[in-house]
């Protein structure tokens, strides 16, 4: 059984930067592609960035240049280097592989 578990968020204030992990367990994490996704309050769940598993990455507009998806197959976690975070950026992220999900960790941007 796939599990993912994310850990790094936490409250800052705009400008600054947060480290995201996300860990798998229970599948072969290398062949894999994996992505994070981000919902806030009211809206629906948005895709923030994607790694395959030979480390190709693509991201949504609005992180470009700003966030950094990343993978440590040795470690079986992928990351998410977020930088210059804006208030918009608030929300719960989410790490995603072979449809299953981790239980989300709290990006808050104050201004």
């Known amino acids: 059984q796939v599990q993912l578990v994310e850990s790094g968020g936490g409250s800052v204030q705009a400008g600054g930067s947060l480290r995201l992990s996300c860990t798998a367990s229970g599948i072969i994490f290398s062949l894999n592609a994996m992505g994070w996704y981000r919902q806030a309050p009211g809206k629906q769940r948005e895709l923030v960035a994607t790694?395959?598993?030979?480390?190709?990455?693509n991201y949504a507009d609005s992180v470009k240049g700003r966030f950094a998806i990343s993978r440590d197959n040795a470690k079986n976690t992928m990351y998410l280097q977020v930088n210059s975070l804006k208030p918009e950026d608030t929300a719960v992220y989410y790490c995603?592989?072979?449809?299953?999900w981790g239980q989300g960790t709290q990006v808050t941007v104050s201004s």
């Open positions: 790694i395959s598993s030979g480390g190709l990455t």
């Open positions: 995603t592989m072979e449809g299953t």
